[in-house]
Structure formats: C-alpha cells, structure tokens
C-alpha cells in the first residue's frame, strides 16, 4: 500500500492540539517564527503534557534561527524533527543536525531553480516540505502551487530516499485532485481550520479521501 504522510501544523492551542492529536496525522506542527500561528514552547510544553499524542511525531518549524533559538524549543518541546523554513544552508543544516542529533527538514518554495536547490541537499536534508513562494511571506499563505510540478519534486525525494511533503492551499475540495499527483505526504494548516481552530470534520474529510486512495494502491 503506498502511504500518504499528513502532517498538520500551525497548532495554535490546547484545543487545536487537542483535535490534531485525535486524528490520524503522522505529524503535528508547531510554528516556532514569525507568523500569525507562533506559539510559546512553554506553552505547548503545557499542552502536550496532558494530551496522548498517540506516537505522531512533533515537527517545530524555524525561519532563520540560531542554533541557540532551537536548542531553547528543544528544552521544553520534545521535537523529532526541526523543519528549516527559510535560506538556510547546507552548512547552516549539518550544524544543526551535528549538535541536536535530530531529523531536519527543509521547505523548498515552488520556483525556478528549486530542483537544484533540492539536489544541494542531497544526502543532508532528511525531508523535504513543497510549498507555495509568496512574496514577504516564509510559508502558511494558503496559496497552491502549480501541482503539475509535484513529480519532478517528488522523483528527486525518490532518488534521495527521503520523505517529501506538499503544502500550500489543499482542503477539502481540492485533495482528491492533490491525490492524483502520487504524493508523498501532505501538510495542512489552514485547510483543516473553521474561524482559525482546526476542524475535526475538515480532517475527517481529508482523511477519508486519503484512505481511498492508499486502498486503491493495495
């Protein structure tokens, strides 16, 4: 069966966690840079000490920050994966996987030279986030890309043997469409929100149309 990878991010709150860990997502995410989602890591320290995650992954996601600014979120936030959601380098992304001993990922921004920009970090990144280029904006536009370029994206994952997500824009009208392109893995935020609060039912949808799909690849 080919699985398709959910992670849902920009957890705002107890009650956002709440629902997202009530899903079946692999990953939840916790934006940790500037954004309209930020959150405290001594608040979601509170949060996550009383709610069952029931083994998803917890992804911080940083713009630009010092290797100080991670290791601080790492001392109350017990992150599997930090995910790189800037201009960072190769050289910034060894640091950091050198001293936290942890996965990272790198969001890459639908343009031209992207594929290149992916193959600069072969064999370091250990997962990719495909995602919208919105002028001023690091991610979280809620804007889709071209999607006709997801299997470029995903052929060099492939050959790199790493995970790869795509973001920006998907919800419940467009995931089926989304599905056709053999993604890898999918990251939601607003897509899965009513009023800013993630929607158990907006999940419920997305994930029924994912499981129809992993069950058409049996």
């Known amino acids: 069966m080919k699985q398709v990878r959910s992670k849902y991010c920009g ?3 107890f009650e956002d966690l709440k629902v997202s860990a009530s899903s079946n997502a692999d990953y939840i995410g916790f934006i940790f840079a500037p954004s309209k989602r930020r959150v405290e890591p ?3 320290r509170k949060w996550i000490q009383n709610v069952d995650l029931k083994n998803k992954k917890l992804v911080g996601i940083f ?3 010092t290797l100080g600014e991670i ?3 790492l001392s109350l936030v017990p992150l599997s994966i930090i995910q790189c959601h800037g201009n960072e380098s190769v050289e910034d992304i060894m640091k950091i996987k050198h001293h936290t001993h942890l996965h990272v990922w790198k969001a890459i921004h639908h343009e031209i030279g992207a594929i290149d920009i992916m193959n600069k ?3 370091v990144i250990d997962g990719y986030v495909i995602d919208t280029k919105v002028q001023d904006v690091w991610g979280g536009s809620g804007i ?3 999607w006709s370029y ?3 994206y995903m052929a060099v994952a492939r050959r790199q043997g790493v995970a790869c997500l795509v973001a920006g824009g998907i919800n419940v009208d467009n995931i089926q469409t989304l599905l056709n392109y053999d993604i890898g893995g999918i990251d939601l935020a607003s897509g899965i929100e009513s009023n800013g609060k993630k929607d158990i039912e907006r999940i419920r949808i997305i994930e029924k149309w994912v499981k129809r799909y992993e069950d058409s690849r049996l």
């Open 11 to 13: 957890n705002q709150s």
């Open 42 to 44: 001594v608040e979601v």
């Open 63 to 65: 713009v630009h920050a």
């Open 71 to 73: 290791k601080k979120v």
């Open 121 to 123: 970090f072969a064999g």
């Open 144 to 146: 889709a890309f071209d």
């Open 150 to 152: 997801i299997p470029s």
